[in-house]
């Protein structure tokens, strides 16, 4: 992709809040073209929270193109309903970009730290401090979950540029 920008959606899939931001590689420069959190209420139906994920995220897709989704590979969760919450908010983010015809690479969460702080057991608070670093921010992601998103995405992205 030299010359070309690619760009990336990344997602942090969570059913209260699920981070995302869209980043870009042009040359060697990473820069993050929009970064937020989708939140849903646990008052809100479930089904109706799902939607949300779904419809917000198939919005960003079509306002800003991005070539692949980057998400986080399925967790385990030592608790059985949070794993599966995580999945069905996982399901709606997977949906969304194939419903936009988008590739979607996944990645451990070990990979996504080790690619953005260099310590596959890295603190949120790391990964937050290490991609403002990255993409030269100017002020801190706007959520925990955001820079997430933004890390998954710097992950593909450095995964890219090595395989070339």
């Known amino acids: 992709m ?3 920008e690619l760009r990336v959606l990344g997602v942090d899939h969570g059913i209260n809040r699920t981070g995302y931001a869209v980043v870009t ?12 959190t989708i939140v849903t209420s646990p008052s809100e139906q479930f089904n ?16 800003w193109q991005p ?13 059985v309903k949070t ?16 419903n936009n ?23 949120k608070e790391q990964v937050q401090f290490m991609v403002s670093r990255l993409l030269n921010l100017p002020q801190k992601p ?8 933004m890390a998954v995405a710097i992950c593909h992205l450095n995964r890219q540029k090595f395989a070339e």
Request: net charge negative; aromatic share 4%; glycine share 8%.
């Open 142 to 149: 706007e959520s925990l979950d955001a820079a997430d998103a």
């Open 48 to 63: 109706q929270r799902l939607k949300s994920i779904y419809t917000e995220l198939t919005q960003i897709i079509k306002e």
């Open 67 to 79: 070539s692949i989704m980057a998400v986080e590979e399925a967790i385990y969760a030592q608790n």
């Open 101 to 123: 015809d988008i590739a979607i690479a996944a990645y451990t969460p070990k990979k996504i730290k080790l690619a953005v702080v260099g310590n596959g057991a890295a603190s």
């Open 25 to 36: 590689l042009h040359g060697s420069c990473l820069k993050c073209l929009t970064q937020g």
């Open 2 to 4: 030299i010359g070309e």
């Open 83 to 98: 794993a599966l919450l995580m999945g069905h908010a996982r399901g709606a983010v997977l949906l969304a970009g194939a």
